[in-house]
Protein backbone atom coordinates (compact mmCIF):
# COMPACT_ATOMS: atom_id res chain seq x y z
CA UNK A 1 0.00 0.00 0.00
CA UNK A 2 1.36 3.47 -0.81
CA UNK A 3 0.54 5.49 2.66
CA UNK A 4 -0.02 8.60 3.64
CA UNK A 5 3.42 10.62 4.90
CA UNK A 6 3.84 13.28 7.99
CA UNK A 7 6.87 14.55 9.78
CA UNK A 8 8.13 12.14 12.67
CA UNK A 9 9.10 15.58 14.67
CA UNK A 10 8.53 19.49 14.69
CA UNK A 11 11.08 21.59 13.09
CA UNK A 12 11.72 25.32 12.75
CA UNK A 13 13.22 27.63 10.12
CA UNK A 14 13.88 31.41 10.42
CA UNK A 15 13.97 33.98 7.29
CA UNK A 16 12.94 36.55 5.28
CA UNK A 17 9.90 37.17 3.42
CA UNK A 18 10.51 37.87 -0.13
CA UNK A 19 7.93 40.44 -0.74
CA UNK A 20 6.93 42.06 2.90
CA UNK A 21 11.09 42.18 3.55
CA UNK A 22 10.17 40.95 7.08
CA UNK A 23 11.86 38.63 9.49
CA UNK A 24 9.56 35.23 9.07
CA UNK A 25 9.18 32.44 11.98
CA UNK A 26 8.63 29.34 10.10
CA UNK A 27 7.39 25.75 12.32
CA UNK A 28 6.53 22.26 10.86
CA UNK A 29 4.76 20.40 13.00
CA UNK A 30 3.51 16.42 12.22
CA UNK A 31 -0.41 16.03 11.46
CA UNK A 32 -3.05 13.34 11.26
CA UNK A 33 -4.35 11.19 8.63
CA UNK A 34 -6.34 12.76 6.35
CA UNK A 35 -5.34 16.59 7.76
CA UNK A 36 -3.79 17.66 4.39
CA UNK A 37 -2.04 20.25 4.52
CA UNK A 38 -2.88 23.28 6.97
CA UNK A 39 -1.29 26.88 7.43
CA UNK A 40 -2.15 28.72 10.57
CA UNK A 41 -1.06 32.71 11.16
CA UNK A 42 -0.25 31.98 14.65
CA UNK A 43 0.74 35.94 15.22
CA UNK A 44 -3.35 36.84 14.77
CA UNK A 45 -5.48 36.69 17.48
CA UNK A 46 -6.99 34.14 17.55
CA UNK A 47 -4.80 32.58 15.01
CA UNK A 48 -6.55 31.66 11.74
CA UNK A 49 -6.26 28.69 9.84
CA UNK A 50 -5.96 28.41 5.76
CA UNK A 51 -6.08 25.01 4.37
CA UNK A 52 -4.81 24.23 0.94
CA UNK A 53 -7.90 24.85 -1.03
CA UNK A 54 -7.78 26.01 -4.60
CA UNK A 55 -9.88 28.40 -4.45
CA UNK A 56 -8.51 29.71 -1.37
CA UNK A 57 -6.08 31.12 -3.23
CA UNK A 58 -6.09 35.20 -3.40
CA UNK A 59 -2.79 36.50 -4.81
CA UNK A 60 -0.90 35.39 -8.18
CA UNK A 61 1.06 38.58 -9.46
CA UNK A 62 4.49 37.14 -7.87
CA UNK A 63 3.75 34.18 -5.83
CA UNK A 64 0.57 31.91 -5.02
CA UNK A 65 -0.99 33.01 -1.48
CA UNK A 66 -3.68 31.76 0.62
CA UNK A 67 -6.93 33.82 2.42
CA UNK A 68 -9.01 33.05 4.32
CA UNK A 69 -11.40 35.89 6.62
CA UNK A 70 -9.30 38.71 5.65
CA UNK A 71 -5.91 36.22 6.64
CA UNK A 72 -3.22 35.48 4.33
CA UNK A 73 -0.29 33.83 3.85
CA UNK A 74 2.05 34.34 0.71
CA UNK A 75 4.61 32.21 -1.44
CA UNK A 76 3.14 29.18 -0.32
CA UNK A 77 4.59 27.63 -3.93
CA UNK A 78 7.90 26.44 -2.73
CA UNK A 79 7.26 24.64 0.41
CA UNK A 80 4.02 23.19 -1.40
CA UNK A 81 6.77 22.05 -4.17
CA UNK A 82 8.65 20.54 -1.45
CA UNK A 83 6.12 18.72 0.07
CA UNK A 84 4.48 17.48 -3.15
CA UNK A 85 8.38 16.43 -4.06
CA UNK A 86 8.57 14.17 -0.99
CA UNK A 87 5.61 12.65 -0.24
CA UNK A 88 4.05 14.35 2.42
CA UNK A 89 0.51 14.31 3.06
CA UNK A 90 -0.19 15.85 6.15
CA UNK A 91 1.43 18.66 8.02
CA UNK A 92 0.26 22.22 10.29
CA UNK A 93 2.65 25.23 9.07
CA UNK A 94 2.70 27.17 12.13
CA UNK A 95 4.04 31.11 10.07
CA UNK A 96 4.18 34.41 12.49
CA UNK A 97 3.69 36.54 9.06
CA UNK A 98 1.67 37.14 5.94
CA UNK A 99 4.47 35.20 3.52
CA UNK A 100 6.41 31.92 4.24
CA UNK A 101 10.04 32.78 4.02
CA UNK A 102 11.84 32.63 1.03
CA UNK A 103 14.98 31.36 2.29
CA UNK A 104 17.59 30.77 -0.48
CA UNK A 105 14.39 31.41 -3.56
CA UNK A 106 14.30 27.55 -3.94
CA UNK A 107 12.80 24.41 -2.02
CA UNK A 108 16.34 22.91 -1.39
CA UNK A 109 16.36 24.35 1.81
CA UNK A 110 12.68 23.17 2.49
CA UNK A 111 13.52 19.53 1.55
CA UNK A 112 16.66 19.46 3.79
CA UNK A 113 14.42 20.52 6.66
CA UNK A 114 11.74 18.14 5.67
CA UNK A 115 14.03 15.57 5.89
CA UNK A 116 15.77 16.43 8.95
CA UNK A 117 12.45 16.02 10.59
CA UNK A 118 12.30 12.94 9.32
CA UNK A 119 9.29 11.46 7.16
CA UNK A 120 6.60 9.08 9.10
CA UNK A 121 4.49 6.50 6.73
CA UNK A 122 1.18 6.53 8.63
CA UNK A 123 -1.90 3.92 8.83
CA UNK A 124 -3.90 5.50 5.81
CA UNK A 125 -3.71 4.75 2.04
CA UNK A 126 -2.17 7.73 -0.08
CA UNK A 127 -4.99 9.43 -1.87
CA UNK A 128 -4.51 10.41 -5.77
CA UNK A 129 -6.21 12.73 -7.80
CA UNK A 130 -6.20 11.36 -11.29
CA UNK A 131 -6.96 13.21 -14.15
CA UNK A 132 -9.55 11.09 -16.65
CA UNK A 133 -9.99 13.36 -19.37
CA UNK A 134 -7.40 16.50 -20.87
CA UNK A 135 -8.52 19.99 -19.32
CA UNK A 136 -6.78 23.16 -20.32
CA UNK A 137 -6.71 26.92 -19.48
CA UNK A 138 -5.74 29.55 -21.90
CA UNK A 139 -4.87 33.59 -21.96
CA UNK A 140 -3.60 34.99 -25.54
CA UNK A 141 -0.54 32.87 -26.18
CA UNK A 142 -0.47 31.64 -23.15
CA UNK A 143 -1.75 27.54 -21.93
CA UNK A 144 -1.71 25.05 -19.70
CA UNK A 145 -3.42 21.78 -19.86
CA UNK A 146 -3.79 18.77 -17.61
CA UNK A 147 -3.82 14.86 -19.15
CA UNK A 148 -4.03 11.19 -18.11
CA UNK A 149 -1.33 9.83 -17.39
CA UNK A 150 -0.53 6.99 -14.78
CA UNK A 151 2.04 8.77 -12.96
CA UNK A 152 2.87 12.91 -12.47
CA UNK A 153 4.68 14.37 -15.80
CA UNK A 154 5.64 17.92 -16.22
CA UNK A 155 6.33 19.59 -19.23
CA UNK A 156 7.27 23.80 -19.67
CA UNK A 157 8.23 25.81 -22.17
CA UNK A 158 9.16 29.92 -21.36
CA UNK A 159 10.08 32.77 -23.70
CA UNK A 160 11.88 35.84 -22.34
CA UNK A 161 13.89 37.17 -24.62
CA UNK A 162 16.50 37.66 -22.82
CA UNK A 163 20.03 36.84 -23.87
CA UNK A 164 21.19 34.84 -20.01
CA UNK A 165 17.90 32.93 -20.60
CA UNK A 166 17.98 31.80 -24.46
CA UNK A 167 21.48 30.83 -23.51
CA UNK A 168 19.79 28.38 -21.67
CA UNK A 169 17.43 25.47 -22.31
CA UNK A 170 13.71 27.20 -22.51
CA UNK A 171 12.01 23.92 -22.31
CA UNK A 172 12.08 20.88 -20.18
CA UNK A 173 10.17 17.97 -19.36
CA UNK A 174 10.66 15.91 -16.03
CA UNK A 175 9.11 12.92 -15.61
CA UNK A 176 8.91 11.25 -11.73
CA UNK A 177 9.00 7.46 -13.05
CA UNK A 178 12.69 8.22 -14.15
CA UNK A 179 13.55 11.41 -12.13
CA UNK A 180 14.53 12.77 -8.99
CA UNK A 181 12.58 15.65 -7.19
CA UNK A 182 15.16 16.35 -4.85
CA UNK A 183 18.17 15.95 -7.41
CA UNK A 184 16.19 17.42 -10.53
CA UNK A 185 14.30 19.93 -9.56
CA UNK A 186 14.25 21.08 -5.93
CA UNK A 187 17.50 23.56 -6.32
CA UNK A 188 16.16 25.39 -9.21
CA UNK A 189 15.97 29.07 -7.86
CA UNK A 190 13.37 31.83 -8.93
CA UNK A 191 14.67 34.32 -11.19
CA UNK A 192 13.97 38.62 -11.90
CA UNK A 193 15.36 41.06 -13.55
CA UNK A 194 17.21 44.13 -12.37
CA UNK A 195 14.95 47.08 -14.00
CA UNK A 196 11.65 45.53 -12.87
CA UNK A 197 12.74 45.82 -8.68
CA UNK A 198 12.11 49.14 -8.30
CA UNK A 199 8.68 49.25 -9.94
CA UNK A 200 7.94 46.37 -7.80
CA UNK A 201 9.27 47.77 -4.55
CA UNK A 202 7.07 50.57 -5.82
CA UNK A 203 4.01 48.35 -5.61
CA UNK A 204 5.32 46.47 -1.98
CA UNK A 205 6.74 43.64 -3.59
CA UNK A 206 10.16 41.82 -3.31
CA UNK A 207 11.06 44.12 -0.77
CA UNK A 208 13.39 41.06 0.72
CA UNK A 209 14.66 39.71 -2.98
CA UNK A 210 18.26 39.61 -2.84
CA UNK A 211 21.02 38.15 -4.56
CA UNK A 212 21.05 35.49 -1.89
CA UNK A 213 17.12 34.04 -2.65
CA UNK A 214 16.79 35.03 -6.23
CA UNK A 215 18.76 34.62 -9.53
CA UNK A 216 19.48 38.19 -10.94
CA UNK A 217 20.00 39.59 -14.30
CA UNK A 218 20.63 42.83 -15.81
CA UNK A 219 20.39 43.70 -19.71
CA UNK A 220 22.85 41.07 -20.18
CA UNK A 221 23.93 38.41 -17.38
CA UNK A 222 23.36 36.67 -14.39
CA UNK A 223 25.10 39.12 -11.50
CA UNK A 224 24.78 35.95 -8.63
CA UNK A 225 28.87 34.89 -9.35
CA UNK A 226 27.88 31.88 -8.62
CA UNK A 227 26.47 31.42 -11.70
CA UNK A 228 23.74 28.73 -12.25
CA UNK A 229 22.85 25.31 -10.33
CA UNK A 230 21.03 23.69 -13.44
CA UNK A 231 21.98 24.40 -17.57
CA UNK A 232 17.56 25.07 -17.06
CA UNK A 233 17.43 25.92 -13.74
CA UNK A 234 15.09 29.09 -15.25
CA UNK A 235 12.33 26.49 -16.80
CA UNK A 236 13.25 23.52 -14.23
CA UNK A 237 11.76 27.08 -11.42
CA UNK A 238 8.86 27.21 -13.14
CA UNK A 239 8.41 23.21 -13.35
CA UNK A 240 9.05 23.84 -9.15
CA UNK A 241 6.35 26.36 -8.90
CA UNK A 242 3.83 24.52 -10.94
CA UNK A 243 4.28 21.58 -8.62
CA UNK A 244 3.70 23.52 -5.61
CA UNK A 245 0.91 25.32 -7.05
CA UNK A 246 -0.71 21.78 -8.27
CA UNK A 247 -0.58 20.43 -4.86
CA UNK A 248 -3.04 23.34 -3.38
CA UNK A 249 -5.67 21.01 -4.76
CA UNK A 250 -4.94 18.88 -1.84
CA UNK A 251 -3.80 15.38 -3.35
CA UNK A 252 -0.90 14.29 -5.33
CA UNK A 253 -2.19 13.98 -9.31
CA UNK A 254 -1.66 11.19 -11.10
CA UNK A 255 -1.67 13.67 -14.74
CA UNK A 256 0.76 14.87 -17.25
CA UNK A 257 0.73 18.63 -17.09
CA UNK A 258 2.14 20.70 -19.46
CA UNK A 259 2.45 24.55 -20.26
CA UNK A 260 3.62 27.75 -22.09
CA UNK A 261 4.48 30.83 -20.85
CA UNK A 262 2.34 29.89 -17.91
CA UNK A 263 2.24 30.99 -14.14
CA UNK A 264 0.40 30.72 -10.84
CA UNK A 265 -2.43 32.49 -12.11
CA UNK A 266 -2.96 29.70 -14.63
CA UNK A 267 -1.65 26.69 -12.55
CA UNK A 268 -4.92 27.79 -10.35
CA UNK A 269 -7.30 28.53 -13.41
CA UNK A 270 -6.67 24.90 -14.57
CA UNK A 271 -6.53 23.29 -10.96
CA UNK A 272 -10.38 25.29 -10.93
CA UNK A 273 -11.62 24.16 -14.44
CA UNK A 274 -10.47 20.30 -13.40
CA UNK A 275 -12.13 20.17 -10.19
CA UNK A 276 -15.53 21.98 -11.50
CA UNK A 277 -16.00 18.95 -14.24
CA UNK A 278 -16.88 15.91 -12.18
CA UNK A 279 -16.17 13.65 -14.88
CA UNK A 280 -13.06 14.37 -15.29
CA UNK A 281 -11.16 13.24 -12.27
CA UNK A 282 -11.80 10.82 -9.55
CA UNK A 283 -9.95 10.19 -6.57
CA UNK A 284 -7.62 6.89 -5.97
CA UNK A 285 -5.89 4.83 -3.91
CA UNK A 286 -3.58 1.92 -4.19
CA UNK A 287 -3.76 -0.62 -1.17
CA UNK A 288 -2.39 -3.32 -3.19
CA UNK A 289 0.64 -3.75 -4.84
CA UNK A 290 -0.99 -5.50 -8.17
CA UNK A 291 -3.01 -2.05 -8.18
CA UNK A 292 -0.16 0.30 -8.11
CA UNK A 293 0.99 1.76 -11.59
CA UNK A 294 4.36 1.11 -11.96
CA UNK A 295 5.52 4.92 -12.73
CA UNK A 296 3.69 5.74 -9.37
CA UNK A 297 5.43 2.67 -6.96
CA UNK A 298 8.68 3.98 -8.56
CA UNK A 299 8.64 7.46 -8.34
CA UNK A 300 7.49 7.21 -4.65
CA UNK A 301 10.58 4.53 -4.44
CA UNK A 302 12.86 7.18 -5.21
CA UNK A 303 11.35 9.70 -2.70
CA UNK A 304 11.92 6.97 0.25
CA UNK A 305 15.43 6.78 -1.31
CA UNK A 306 16.52 9.94 -1.52
Known amino acids: ?10 VKATGVGLHGGRKVQLVLRPAAPDTGIVFHRVDLDPPVDLPSDPYSVCDTRMCSGLERGGAKVGTVEHLMSALAGLGIDNLHVDVDAPEIPILDGSSGPFVFLLQSAGIEEQKAPKRFLRVKKAVEYRE ?80 YRVLNTEGLR ?41 LRVLLEDQSAWEIVTFEQSAETPAAVSHQFDLVAAT
Request: charged content about 25%.
Open 1 to 10: MIRQRTLKSI
Open 140 to 219: DDKWVRLEPYDGFRLSFSIVFNHPAIDKTSTSVTVDFAEQSYVRDVARARTFGFMQDVEFMRANGLALGGSLDNAIVMDE
Open 230 to 270: YVDEFVKHKVLDAIGDLYLCGHPLLASYSAHKAGHALNNQV
